[in-house]
């Protein structure tokens, strides 16, 4: 199994606020690199996919890089709905990462 | 608009059989490229993938669980099920059905989920 290591596992923010979370494989991705969103009591949604691709409807706010064992998803400016927990993913026989809960300083 | 419902029993008991469907609507199943999968969501926990079904019946599951789950999929009526025998406690859990797509098996994105259906395994 790939193992997906989130950091930082919460953290604080305030709205307008650059947040990156970061993503680490235990070894290198050969499938593709996504990133959901899930609110409390909902269902994951889809962000970004193949490390970079934003999904349609998905604000430009939200973005992804990375390569090989490394990647990251940045949102440039927080915004009110965007408190939640992330979750990146691997699509090899996928594996999720732990999440990171992003609350409200 | 792409829906994908779960439906089943809320609770099991111990060393019964958990069977779980999901209904599709807005999209078939038989759609080349899309892989219909279920991914659960231990309580307060992070998500694990349990495996998929394409429309021609091929499986793919999480060699954690592939000694205990089966799936199928019914194309007329445009469905496809899991059935996870000797459960636990440790299957308890909201369990999603989801839709996965991408150029090949193993490149691909969960892109459409069902609300979750939780299940709770307790005599």
């Known amino acids: 199994d790939i193992q997906m290591t989130q950091s930082p596992s919460s953290l604080s923010a305030s709205v307008g606020d650059r947040v990156t979370i970061t993503c680490r494989a235990s070894?290198?991705?050969?499938?593709?690199l996504n990133w959901y969103q899930q609110q409390p009591g909902k269902a994951p949604k889809l962000l970004i996919y193949?490390?970079?691709t934003l999904q349609s409807g998905v604000p430009s706010r939200f973005s992804g890089s990375g390569s090989g064992t490394d990647f990251s998803l940045t949102i440039s400016s927080l915004q009110p709905e965007d408190f939640a927990t992330y979750y990146c993913?691997?699509?090899?026989?996928?594996?999720f990462g732990q999440g990171t809960k992003v609350e409200i300083k | 608009q792409v829906q994908l419902q779960e439906s089943g029993p809320g609770l099991v008991k111990p060393s019964q059989t958990l069977s779980l469907t999901c209904t599709v609507s807005?999209?078939?199943?038989?759609?080349?490229?899309?892989?219909w999968n279920w991914i659960r969501q231990h309580p307060g926990k992070g998500l694990e993938w349990i495996g998929y079904?394409?429309?021609?019946?091929?499986?793919y599951y999480n060699p954690s669980l592939k000694s205990r789950v089966s799936m199928s999929v019914d194309t007329s009526r445009n469905r496809f099920s899991l059935r996870l025998p000797s459960v636990t406690a440790a299957d308890t859990a909201v369990y999603y059905c989801v839709r996965a797509r991408g150029p090949t098996p193993l490149k691909y994105y969960f892109d459409y989920w069902g609300q979750g259906t939780p299940v709770t395994v307790s005599s």
């Open positions: 070894q290198s991705i050969t499938g593709y």
């Open positions: 807005g999209a078939s199943i038989i759609t080349g490229g899309d892989y």
């Open positions: 193949a490390t970079s």
């Open positions: 993913q691997q699509s090899y026989s996928p594996t």
């Open positions: 079904i394409y429309y021609n019946g091929d499986t």
